[in-house]
């Protein structure tokens, strides 16, 4: 299995067409999922939604994630920290623009790049 | 029968009952706040910092029956779960961090030392989750020197500690202010952030305001 992508933003909108868009560049095989939106459904991240999404794709290549502004950080952080020690070291959040970082990331992940190599794309891409 | 002071009570349910009356207050008050926190994050953010603390406030409303059965450290802690789930926006992770990390700090019977103490944690954990720090005009501008106010005279007398953490809270606020955005979406703004009240700064002194005005009405 390759490396899996997690979206997250404040819009549930925002990440569902970021994982559409990934998906039809890196082709069907790419494992990504998504999660937007506050607990009511308006602008924001849910902690138990991020959570739910990482259990939902978590495997042993890795997952990144890939956040918008702020919350959407802190809150997959948090989640980060709900799983234990050993699965939490293979989630890692992108320090990347959302959809170029989304894009970059899924290309190598269907690629067959490792998880280091995975958030080494998409972060190198906010310094390009 | 008191409300709860910072005073140790040898009653752990006496203690809770009166937390739960204090935040029975601190609901109200943030509910109250919506539409003035929500117009100072218009102005330099996303106008959200109202609607969130309101979520917060009813989903620890909900909460408090299931409160009232746990020790003081437990309930703090739960109630600062609860905001992260509730709330959306970044105030969620940064609240709810500084209750669970005062939560955690807490003994079975929190004296004044042991309140300063579990702020102060309180206070580190939200500087890390936000890899910020006092300056960066946010919530730690009230924060932390409240709790340091808190901490340098919780051994002294009560009124003195809390006016000290309320003026050093009012302070740190003033002084934000002033400054430069350099965290959150009001970063985003730069200058412009110059001279606005950041919602978070604020929201913090309507509670630290809240806090010792509940504590201070009891004789300790
Ligand atoms: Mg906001």
Redesign the pocket.
């Known amino acids: 299995m390759s490396v899996a992508l997690l979206i997250v933003s404040h819009s549930a909108d925002v990440a569902r067409g970021t994982a559409d868009m990934a998906r039809q560049m890196a082709g069907a095989d790419l494992s990504i999922a998504w999660t937007g939106g506050n607990p009511d459904g308006g602008l924001g991240t849910s902690l138990a939604a991020i959570t739910e999404q990482l259990e939902a794709v978590w495997r042993e290549e890795g997952v990144a994630i890939l956040v918008d502004v702020g919350g959407a950080e802190m809150n997959s952080e948090m989640a980060i920290e709900q799983f234990d020690k050993a699965k939490a070291k293979k989630i890692r959040i992108c320090q990347a623009p959302l959809v170029e970082g989304a894009i970059m990331a899924a290309a190598e992940a269907a690629s067959g790049g490792g998880l280091d190599q995975v958030c080494r794309a998409a972060e190198e891409f906010s310094h390009a | 029968m008191g409300r709860m002071s910072l005073a140790q009570s040898h009653n752990p349910a006496e203690n809770t009952g009166a937390a739960l009356e204090l935040l029975d207050v601190l609901c109200t008050l943030l509910l109250g706040a919506e539409d003035e926190l929500n117009g100072l994050?218009r102005a330099i953010?996303?106008?959200?910092?109202g609607g969130?603390l309101a979520r917060a406030s009813r989903s620890l409303s909900e909460l408090r029956p299931e409160l009232a059965e746990l020790s003081m450290g437990e309930a703090v802690t739960r109630a600062g779960r609860a905001v992260v789930m509730s709330v959306g926006?970044?105030s969620g992770p940064l609240y709810g961090t500084l209750l669970m990390e005062m939560g955690k700090a807490l003994p079975d019977e929190p004296g004044p030392g042991d309140w300063a103490a579990a702020f102060a944690a309180g206070v580190d954990g939200v500087a890390r989750r936000g890899r910020s720090a006092e300056g960066d005009k946010t919530m730690l501008d009230v924060l932390a020197p409240a709790s340091r106010a808190l901490s340098e005279e919780a051994s002294a007398d009560l009124h003195e500690a809390l006016a000290a953490m309320r003026a050093a809270a009012e302070d740190g606020f003033e002084t934000s202010r002033g400054l430069r955005a350099k965290r959150g979406?009001a970063a985003y703004v730069g200058e412009r952030s110059v001279g606005h009240d950041d919602?978070g700064a604020r929201s913090a002194l309507l509670c630290v305001g809240a806090v010792a005005d509940f504590l201070g009405e009891n004789k300790g």
Do not use: C, I
């Not at chain 2, 953010?45 to 910092?49: K, W």
């Open positions: 994050d953010g996303d106008g959200d910092h969130n926006g970044a979406r919602p």
